[in-house]
Protein backbone atom coordinates (compact mmCIF):
# COMPACT_ATOMS: atom_id res chain seq x y z
CA UNK A 1 0.00 0.00 0.00
CA UNK A 2 1.29 3.48 -0.44
CA UNK A 3 1.25 6.36 1.51
CA UNK A 4 -0.62 8.42 -0.24
CA UNK A 5 -3.53 6.17 0.28
CA UNK A 6 -3.33 6.21 4.68
CA UNK A 7 -5.01 9.80 4.36
CA UNK A 8 -1.93 11.85 5.60
CA UNK A 9 -1.64 15.73 4.87
CA UNK A 10 0.49 16.59 1.56
CA UNK A 11 3.23 18.00 4.26
CA UNK A 12 3.90 14.25 5.51
CA UNK A 13 3.73 12.64 2.59
CA UNK A 14 6.42 15.63 1.18
CA UNK A 15 8.51 14.56 3.99
CA UNK A 16 8.15 10.77 3.71
CA UNK A 17 8.85 11.04 0.01
CA UNK A 18 12.23 12.70 0.58
CA UNK A 19 12.72 9.98 2.92
CA UNK A 20 12.64 7.29 0.03
CA UNK A 21 10.18 5.51 1.37
CA UNK A 22 7.95 3.88 -1.34
CA UNK A 23 5.07 1.53 0.60
CA UNK A 24 3.68 1.56 4.06
CA UNK A 25 4.68 -1.13 5.59
CA UNK A 26 1.98 -3.63 7.70
CA UNK A 27 2.24 -2.19 10.95
CA UNK A 28 1.77 1.58 8.91
CA UNK A 29 -0.65 0.75 6.95
CA UNK A 30 -2.59 -0.90 10.46
CA UNK A 31 -1.64 1.91 12.49
CA UNK A 32 -1.56 4.98 10.53
CA UNK A 33 -5.27 5.18 9.99
CA UNK A 34 -6.42 3.89 13.28
CA UNK A 35 -4.50 6.60 14.73
CA UNK A 36 -6.03 9.16 12.68
CA UNK A 37 -9.79 8.01 13.81
CA UNK A 38 -8.76 8.97 16.77
CA UNK A 39 -8.43 5.42 18.18
CA UNK A 40 -6.82 4.00 21.12
CA UNK A 41 -4.12 1.27 19.70
CA UNK A 42 -2.33 -1.71 21.08
CA UNK A 43 0.50 -2.49 18.65
CA UNK A 44 2.54 -5.56 19.37
CA UNK A 45 6.00 -4.69 16.80
CA UNK A 46 9.36 -5.00 16.79
CA UNK A 47 11.68 -2.75 16.49
CA UNK A 48 12.71 -2.41 12.36
CA UNK A 49 9.21 -3.28 11.57
CA UNK A 50 8.78 0.83 10.68
CA UNK A 51 6.57 1.29 14.17
CA UNK A 52 8.48 4.99 14.31
CA UNK A 53 6.78 6.17 11.76
CA UNK A 54 3.97 4.60 11.99
CA UNK A 55 3.34 6.41 15.46
CA UNK A 56 4.86 9.94 14.45
CA UNK A 57 3.37 10.28 10.86
CA UNK A 58 -0.37 10.02 12.56
CA UNK A 59 1.17 12.18 15.81
CA UNK A 60 2.42 14.72 13.54
CA UNK A 61 -0.95 15.15 11.52
CA UNK A 62 -3.29 15.24 15.20
CA UNK A 63 -0.91 18.14 16.17
CA UNK A 64 -1.38 19.84 12.07
CA UNK A 65 -5.36 19.93 12.31
CA UNK A 66 -5.74 20.72 15.66
CA UNK A 67 -4.45 24.83 15.91
CA UNK A 68 -5.01 25.43 19.37
CA UNK A 69 -2.68 25.26 22.10
CA UNK A 70 0.33 26.55 20.19
CA UNK A 71 3.59 25.49 21.66
CA UNK A 72 1.70 23.91 24.64
CA UNK A 73 3.08 20.35 25.26
CA UNK A 74 0.10 18.05 23.31
CA UNK A 75 1.95 14.80 22.64
CA UNK A 76 4.36 12.88 24.99
CA UNK A 77 6.29 10.05 23.69
CA UNK A 78 7.70 7.73 26.49
CA UNK A 79 10.27 5.37 25.61
CA UNK A 80 12.99 3.37 27.49
CA UNK A 81 16.16 4.67 26.92
CA UNK A 82 18.02 8.13 25.74
CA UNK A 83 19.04 6.23 22.70
CA UNK A 84 15.56 5.25 21.81
CA UNK A 85 14.12 8.96 22.93
CA UNK A 86 16.99 10.52 20.42
CA UNK A 87 16.20 8.45 17.53
CA UNK A 88 11.94 8.84 18.23
CA UNK A 89 12.65 12.60 18.47
CA UNK A 90 14.49 12.46 15.26
CA UNK A 91 11.77 11.03 13.13
CA UNK A 92 10.02 13.25 14.85
CA UNK A 93 11.67 16.31 13.42
CA UNK A 94 12.31 14.54 10.21
CA UNK A 95 8.56 13.81 9.24
CA UNK A 96 7.85 17.13 10.74
CA UNK A 97 10.24 19.03 8.48
CA UNK A 98 7.04 20.70 6.77
CA UNK A 99 5.35 21.49 9.70
CA UNK A 100 5.67 24.31 12.28
CA UNK A 101 6.02 22.03 15.19
CA UNK A 102 8.83 22.06 17.67
CA UNK A 103 10.13 19.00 19.68
CA UNK A 104 12.42 18.54 23.02
CA UNK A 105 13.77 15.30 24.14
CA UNK A 106 14.22 14.82 27.78
CA UNK A 107 16.19 12.09 29.44
CA UNK A 108 19.00 11.74 32.13
CA UNK A 109 22.87 11.96 32.25
CA UNK A 110 22.81 15.10 30.74
CA UNK A 111 22.30 18.89 32.48
CA UNK A 112 18.54 19.50 33.26
CA UNK A 113 19.37 22.94 32.61
CA UNK A 114 19.47 22.92 29.19
CA UNK A 115 15.89 20.62 28.70
CA UNK A 116 14.45 23.41 31.36
CA UNK A 117 15.85 26.10 29.06
CA UNK A 118 14.56 24.38 25.73
CA UNK A 119 11.00 23.86 27.60
CA UNK A 120 10.61 27.84 28.93
CA UNK A 121 10.39 28.56 25.05
CA UNK A 122 7.71 26.43 24.46
CA UNK A 123 7.60 22.27 22.24
CA UNK A 124 4.67 21.11 21.52
CA UNK A 125 5.72 17.35 21.46
CA UNK A 126 7.92 16.03 24.48
CA UNK A 127 9.94 12.33 23.85
CA UNK A 128 10.98 11.14 27.05
CA UNK A 129 12.70 8.55 29.35
CA UNK A 130 10.32 8.10 32.37
CA UNK A 131 12.93 8.99 35.16
CA UNK A 132 14.13 12.16 34.08
CA UNK A 133 10.86 13.22 32.79
CA UNK A 134 9.47 12.64 36.57
CA UNK A 135 12.46 15.21 37.82
CA UNK A 136 10.60 17.45 35.60
CA UNK A 137 7.39 16.87 37.05
CA UNK A 138 8.94 17.18 40.60
CA UNK A 139 10.00 20.35 39.70
CA UNK A 140 7.45 21.44 38.36
CA UNK A 141 9.74 22.65 34.66
CA UNK A 142 7.35 20.87 32.69
CA UNK A 143 3.41 20.90 32.30
CA UNK A 144 1.29 18.11 31.08
CA UNK A 145 -1.97 19.29 31.46
CA UNK A 146 -2.54 20.37 27.54
CA UNK A 147 -1.36 16.09 26.17
CA UNK A 148 -3.68 15.50 24.03
CA UNK A 149 -1.48 12.20 22.59
CA UNK A 150 0.44 9.45 24.81
CA UNK A 151 2.80 6.78 23.11
CA UNK A 152 4.51 4.41 25.30
CA UNK A 153 6.80 3.07 23.29
CA UNK A 154 8.71 -0.38 23.48
CA UNK A 155 6.47 -0.41 27.06
CA UNK A 156 7.20 -4.07 27.79
CA UNK A 157 11.10 -2.54 28.31
CA UNK A 158 10.29 -0.13 29.91
CA UNK A 159 8.46 -2.36 32.44
CA UNK A 160 11.72 -4.44 32.38
CA UNK A 161 13.68 -1.81 33.52
CA UNK A 162 11.46 -0.79 36.22
CA UNK A 163 9.84 1.71 35.15
CA UNK A 164 6.16 1.20 35.81
CA UNK A 165 6.13 3.09 39.08
CA UNK A 166 7.63 6.09 37.41
CA UNK A 167 5.02 5.35 34.63
CA UNK A 168 2.20 5.53 36.62
CA UNK A 169 3.46 8.90 38.54
CA UNK A 170 3.48 10.09 34.85
CA UNK A 171 0.13 8.99 34.44
CA UNK A 172 -1.03 10.85 36.88
CA UNK A 173 -0.10 14.60 35.79
CA UNK A 174 -1.78 13.80 31.87
CA UNK A 175 -5.02 15.10 31.29
CA UNK A 176 -7.96 12.41 31.81
CA UNK A 177 -9.54 12.65 28.29
CA UNK A 178 -6.53 11.54 25.72
CA UNK A 179 -5.73 9.03 22.82
CA UNK A 180 -3.26 6.41 24.03
CA UNK A 181 -0.75 4.48 22.02
CA UNK A 182 0.95 1.26 23.22
CA UNK A 183 3.52 -0.46 21.34
CA UNK A 184 5.18 -3.88 22.78
CA UNK A 185 7.13 -6.17 21.38
CA UNK A 186 6.32 -8.55 23.70
CA UNK A 187 2.70 -9.12 26.11
CA UNK A 188 3.06 -10.33 29.33
CA UNK A 189 0.44 -9.95 32.28
CA UNK A 190 1.90 -6.99 33.39
CA UNK A 191 1.93 -5.30 30.04
CA UNK A 192 -1.77 -6.43 29.57
CA UNK A 193 -2.49 -4.79 33.12
CA UNK A 194 -0.83 -1.50 31.66
CA UNK A 195 -2.59 -1.71 28.90
CA UNK A 196 -6.38 -1.94 30.61
CA UNK A 197 -5.42 0.81 32.91
CA UNK A 198 -4.42 3.14 30.07
CA UNK A 199 -6.17 2.38 26.93
CA UNK A 200 -9.84 3.18 26.61
CA UNK A 201 -11.38 0.61 24.36
CA UNK A 202 -7.88 -0.04 22.09
CA UNK A 203 -8.10 -1.91 18.74
CA UNK A 204 -5.15 -4.17 18.64
CA UNK A 205 -2.74 -5.01 16.06
CA UNK A 206 -0.15 -7.31 15.99
CA UNK A 207 2.74 -7.21 13.36
CA UNK A 208 5.70 -9.00 15.07
CA UNK A 209 5.28 -12.57 13.74
CA UNK A 210 6.97 -14.68 16.37
CA UNK A 211 10.26 -16.51 15.24
CA UNK A 212 10.71 -14.16 12.50
CA UNK A 213 14.19 -12.48 12.82
CA UNK A 214 13.79 -8.12 12.62
CA UNK A 215 14.67 -6.68 9.63
CA UNK A 216 18.32 -6.60 8.45
CA UNK A 217 19.53 -9.42 10.54
CA UNK A 218 20.96 -12.32 8.12
CA UNK A 219 20.83 -15.63 10.08
CA UNK A 220 23.27 -18.39 7.89
CA UNK A 221 23.28 -21.73 9.49
CA UNK A 222 26.46 -24.10 8.83
CA UNK A 223 26.13 -27.45 9.53
CA UNK A 224 29.19 -29.19 11.38
CA UNK A 225 30.28 -32.45 12.02
CA UNK A 226 30.11 -33.07 16.07
P1 LIG B 1 11.64 1.36 13.25
O1 LIG B 1 11.00 0.00 13.28
O2 LIG B 1 10.65 2.43 13.48
O3 LIG B 1 12.82 1.44 14.17
O4 LIG B 1 12.17 1.62 11.75
C1 LIG B 1 13.15 0.81 11.16
C2 LIG B 1 13.77 1.49 9.93
O5 LIG B 1 12.88 1.41 8.81
C3 LIG B 1 14.11 2.95 10.08
O6 LIG B 1 15.43 3.12 9.66
C4 LIG B 1 13.16 3.67 9.15
O7 LIG B 1 13.78 4.79 8.59
C5 LIG B 1 12.85 2.64 8.11
N1 LIG B 1 11.48 2.75 7.54
C6 LIG B 1 10.36 3.13 8.17
N2 LIG B 1 9.30 3.08 7.35
C7 LIG B 1 9.74 2.65 6.15
C8 LIG B 1 9.12 2.40 4.89
N3 LIG B 1 7.80 2.55 4.73
N4 LIG B 1 9.89 1.98 3.88
C9 LIG B 1 11.21 1.81 4.07
N5 LIG B 1 11.87 2.03 5.21
C10 LIG B 1 11.16 2.45 6.26
Redesign the pocket.
Known amino acids: MLFNQLGLSAELLRAVES?G?????PI?QQAIPLILNGRDVLAGAQ????????FTLPLLQHLQYGTVNRRRIRALVLTPTRELAA?VAD?VRTYGQHLPFRTAVIYGGVSINTQIARLKKGVDVVVATPGRLLDHLQRQTIDLSAIELLVLDEADRMLDMGFIRDIRKIMKALPGTRQNLLFSATFSTEIRRLAADLLNSPTEIQIAVHGKPA?GIHQLVYPVDK
Open positions: QYEEATQTGTGKTAGQSD
